[in-house]
């Protein structure tokens, strides 16, 4: 029903970028925190980025002014531009809704980001 689907992973060089969409479906993304988290093999899960219904973004310290997330309520997609990338963002990227208001937490089945040369 509830359909968080991420796209844009693939396979990068260090120091190339990408762009992943986040495609929200029966569920409007301004009316949610909407939020990047990403998880290597073996390790935990993390958080990377989100941005508040109000439109507030927030960004893991690892970032270092590398990534933009932003948001499209039109398109009810929430994006992750990612610069300068290095070995050790690769990871399996999830894109993540949390509601309070309506008591929901939503995550999509993620998209692979290789860096590797």
């Known amino acids: 029903q509830v359909q968080l689907v991420e796209s844009g992973g693939d396979w990068v060089q260090p120091g190339g970028s990408l762009r992943l969409s986040c495609t929200a479906s029966?569920?409007?993304?301004?009316?949610?925190?909407m939020g990047w988290y990403r998880q290597a093999p073996g390790k935990q899960r993390e958080f990377v980025a989100d941005?508040?219904?109000?439109?507030?973004?927030k960004y893991s310290d690892f970032v270092e002014r590398r990534f933009i997330l932003s948001r499209d309520n039109t398109e009810n997609t929430v994006y992750l531009q990612m610069n300068s990338l290095k070995p050790e963002d690769t990871a399996v990227y999830f894109c993540?809704?949390?509601?309070?208001?309506?008591?929901?937490?939503?995550w999509g089945q993620g998209t692979q980001v290789t860096v590797s040369s």
């Open positions: 993540n809704a949390v509601s309070a208001s309506f008591n929901a937490n939503y």
């Open positions: 941005v508040t219904s109000g439109g507030r973004v």
């Open positions: 029966k569920i409007s993304v301004s009316r949610y925190i």
